[in-house]
């Protein structure tokens, strides 16, 4: 396959918010657990970064923060749900570079759990300075309303804003950090004399799915992604994952085609919302962790969790294959979610 889009992904400004690497580490004991047939590994994107506890939305901004500082912006501005993961992500990067975050924190999950907007992730948002705003407006209006909002205040007060979409996604530079992961992969595979055919991630607002999809096919080694939706609406988030993918293979090499059957995304468990998890989620969540000590969340990981477990269970992920769990991070909100596992 070309190399072109190496030396272009190279050639794209971006920060350096990763201690390097993340680890790629085998878990023998989820293994054995499933069968022993298939070797099952995490790709630790939840432990790649000090800041406030990483996550793949810190992998996604050393570019969108490469360019809002080329752009003169000294503030983020951006969107998520009350117990977002990226918010946090987009606080912790704007602070760490001398910038400033405003995040508009919707209610996109109809649940009020227990410190629901004190704990976990807004949590760490206002203990990094960040100018958190709770907006209790109706979703499809409050969004937009809220967001504008925080941008012309920025500007009011003399600042240059930076808008960074929901998930750093719908964005020219969304899909780049995942790209750069599969780079990156590639690089530890010939050095540990492993090869992973199968790569399994969570979607919802697409572009890490994206990115990794553009670096399989990029390299051309027939490698499969398999996204599992916790979106709750597949067809949406189908639509935006294979539009980013384009739009960066575009970016990165005009002769990269994405085909509609490079993105696969598996809607069996999403347990029917975002947001919210199911029994299903929750035996996976315990699962990893009661295995290999691997601790996923309710509203993203847990989800991905189940989903690879069933797809080795049922022989989709075939024996003798070598399958890569993408760990997105996330575990902050588990904070906001204790009442979710009852104890006596
Ligand atoms: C945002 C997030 C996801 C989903 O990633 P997208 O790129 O938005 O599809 C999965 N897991 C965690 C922990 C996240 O924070």
Not at 113 to 124: D, S
Not at 140 to 163: L, N
Not at 298 to 306: D, F, I, L, Q
Not at 315 to 329: A, D, E, R
Request: glycine share 10%; with cysteine.
């Amino acid at each position: 396959m070309s190399k072109t889009y190496k030396t272009k992904l190279a050639s794209i400004p971006k920060e350096n918010f990763l201690f390097g690497p993340s680890p790629v580490q085998y878990l023998p004991n989820l293994t054995t657990a499933l069968g022993g047939q298939v070797k099952v590994y995490a790709k630790r994107e939840d432990c790649n970064s000090g800041l406030a506890y990483g996550g793949n939305k810190v992998r996604k901004l050393e570019y969108l923060v490469a360019d809002a500082k080329l752009k003169g912006c000294d503030t983020l501005v951006s969107v998520g749900g009350v117990q977002s993961n990226h918010t946090r992500a987009v606080t912790a990067t704007a602070v760490a570079s001398g910038m400033t975050a405003v995040t508009v924190q919707e209610k996109w999950v109809p649940i009020d759990p227990p410190l629901y907007a004190e704990t976990g992730n807004i949590l760490l948002s206002r203990i990094m300075g960040g100018d958190v705003r709770l907006n209790q407006e109706d979703f499809d209006i409050g969004h937009k309303a809220a967001t504008e909002q925080a941008f012309k205040d920025v500007e009011a007060r003399g600042g240059k804003p930076y808008y960074i979409p929901a998930g750093a996604s719908d964005h020219e530079l969304g899909g780049l950090g995942f790209t750069n992961l599969v780079v990156e992969l590639a690089e530890q595979e010939a050095a540990q004399g492993i090869y992973f055919d199968t790569l399994v991630v969570c979607s919802v607002t697409g572009s890490s799915h994206a990115g990794l999809i553009v670096g399989a096919v990029a390299e051309g080694k027939g490698r499969k992604v398999i996204g599992i939706d916790a979106s709750g609406k597949v067809e949406a988030t189908r639509t935006q994952v294979t539009r980013i993918a384009r739009n960066t293979a575009k970016l990165l090499d005009p002769e990269l085609v994405i085909k509609d059957e490079d993105v696969i995304l598996d809607d069996r468990f999403n347990a029917g919302i975002y947001g919210i998890p199911d029994e299903q989620t929750i035996k996976a969540i315990e699962m990893a962790a009661r295995t290999d000590s691997m601790i996923t969340d309710p509203v993203y990981e847990g989800k991905s969790m189940a989903g690879m477990i069933e797809l080795i269970k049922e022989g989709t992920i075939k024996p003798g294959s070598n399958v890569l769990y993408i760990h997105l991070g996330g575990q902050p909100a588990l904070n906001a979610y204790s009442s979710y596992f009852p104890h006596n």
